[in-house]
């Protein structure tokens, strides 16, 4: 999963600021859990700060009993890749914009990987919508995939 390839940039300058090591990966669930305390701390300049709270507000709000260990991360991750690429963005593009609004690292070979993974459960989810009979859900997959495949 595209979420496993995460890696947030200045992972060290947190661990250094709060005195906890952390791990590089955004969605381990350590690097996780470390998030929300270390919005707060004082020693974090503002653009950091700014970066961990964008991940907390778009990536770990939910409601799930098992919060951040729910998956709810990794799926909002993903979605929020889909929906660079629905706007426009080519795979390089959407890693310098993971890049400057949240801290994020990813090549932008894994992205495209990942886009073209997402293509194909499209086709199928379009396949099985087409012999169920769900011509609104066969409609939105074509548009979805169109989005993904410009």
Sequence with gaps: MIADK??????RKVERAIGVR????VFNTAFLEAVAPAMGHRSLD????????NIHRDFLVCACKDS?????PERKFAVTILEYRETGLDHRQIAEAMLEE???????????????DS???LEVIREVA???????????TDRHIRDVER
Excluded: T
Excluded at 46 to 53: C, S
């Design 130 to 140: 087409r012999i169920e009979g769900r011509e609104d859900l066969v409609k939105e």
């Design 119 to 121: 293509v194909h459960v």
């Design 68 to 72: 951040p260990n729910c998956g709810c």
């Design 46 to 53: 503002a653009h950091l700060r700014e970066h961990l709270l």
């Design 6 to 11: 995460a890696r947030f940039r200045a992972s």
């Design 22 to 25: 952390l791990p590089d990966r």
């Design 102 to 116: 949240y801290g994020i690292d990813l090549f932008p070979a894994d992205i495209l990987s990942f886009l073209e």
